[in-house]
């Protein structure tokens, strides 16, 4: 029925109509991990109260789940009731602001045509991508597009991190493993270094940004965002205090793996067990890489340098070590990957990729394995 009202005639806004940056606060499941944000048109004179959210897509979108991993999904613009969307978070445990945007009668009524406009259905999808183009980004372009340069956000937002990587960190910590997950998965593009404009890909930052930004008027500036508004305050969840870290895990593996190696240099017997299953897992991980980075449209995918040490050939050289007669290339093989393991550590902190910290006691257990495997190899 909302969506029949808006596209059939357009909405005409009384001068006691508000519109607000709605914003949620992080939730639990990791389709949730950081946050929404939406826009409310609320209009008592015309009893409007709907939320225009830029996060969804259709489930019944021809070879879904094929195109969400090869991220050619399409998303959109879907209207909604504001009550229905803060009375879902706050079930979820989720905290909705809102900051309510001083604008004029007309500068309202623009936003409010342009989105009426952003809804109709030749306009109302996008291809989605997780730094540049999403539900805060989306928002953020509203704003600049129907209010232009007269507003002015701050050259600089205290605590912003410095680049994607280290933004999305924040939310992934209290997921180890999901922060590494996707760590691996993320390339040079998450690198790039975030101003104020870019940073605002992330909720919380584009609720930092709106509330530093001004907007130029006859009598001089003004505060683009009234104080924040809380309809509700999530209470605090437990944190994961489990030990199997992805570094107590990796760390652990190198020292295994050490006392192994010199057990098996000692006794003089060159098993091959173990090298068949670390060489083979890291090499079809670089086939999961190359395929995030040449057969999907993921931007941030791109321009992976964990192929440097989660090399694809590894798979192939792996599996010949379970030959009876092992290929002669095998040797200088390991010892090639040997070296550029070691070199690979020290070159970490200087690579134009931040590499995961908890990579590091792999990389060495890579370099470990190789130079034993070149030593012992007929």
Not at 121 to 140: G, V
């Amino acid at each position: 029925m909302l969506a029949f009202t808006l596209s059939a005639q357009a909405v005409s806004l009384s001068p006691q109509a508000q519109i607000s940056l709605i914003t949620v606060s992080p939730g639990a499941e990791l389709y949730s991990m950081y946050g929404h944000s939406a826009i409310r048109i609320y209009d008592p004179v015309q009893g409007i109260d709907y939320a225009f959210n830029y996060g969804t897509f259709n489930f019944n979108t021809p070879n879904f789940y094929v195109k969400f991993v090869r991220g050619k999904l399409m998303y959109q613009l879907s209207p909604g009731y504001f009550l229905d969307l803060r009375a879902r978070n706050i079930e979820d445990n989720r905290s909705v602001y809102e900051q309510v945007l001083n604008l004029t009668p007309a500068q309202k009524q623009r936003v409010m045509d342009f989105l009426e406009t952003n809804y109709e259905p030749q306009n109302r999808e996008y291809l989605y991508d997780f730094l540049k183009d999403n539900c805060a980004t989306r928002i953020r372009d509203v704003f600049k597009k129907t209010l232009g340069d007269s507003l002015q956000y701050p050259s600089d937002i205290p605590g912003t991190p410095s680049t994607f990587r280290r933004m999305v960190g924040i939310y992934q910590t209290p997921h180890p493993w999901v922060d590494l997950g996707v760590d691996l998965a993320m390339g040079l593009p998450s690198d790039e270094k975030t101003g104020v404009w870019e940073a605002m890909f992330l909720p919380d930052f584009l609720l930092a940004s709106f509330a530093e930004a001004k907007l130029q008027t006859l009598n001089g500036p003004v505060a683009f965002a009234g104080p924040v508004i809380k309809h509700f305050e999530a209470t605090a969840v437990p944190a994961n205090d489990s030990l199997l870290t992805p570094m107590v895990v990796f760390w652990t593996l190198f020292v295994l793996v050490t006392i192994i190696t010199f057990l098996q240099f000692r006794n003089k017997k060159a098993g091959r067990g173990l090298d068949v299953v670390l060489f083979s897992l890291t090499g079809f991980f670089g086939l999961v890489v190359l395929f995030l980075w040449f057969g999907t449209d993921h931007q941030s995918f791109a321009g992976n340098l964990n192929l440097l040490w989660a090399f694809p050939m590894h798979l192939i050289a792996g599996l010949s070590l379970l030959k009876k007669n092992q290929p002669r290339w095998l040797k200088p093989y390991f010892l090639a990957t040997g070296i550029a393991m070691i070199l690979l550590t020290v070159a970490w902190k200087f690579l134009p990729q931040e590499y995961h910290p908890s990579l590091l006691p792999l990389v060495l257990t890579l370099a470990l394995r190789a130079i034993y495997i070149w030593r012992t190899l007929r």
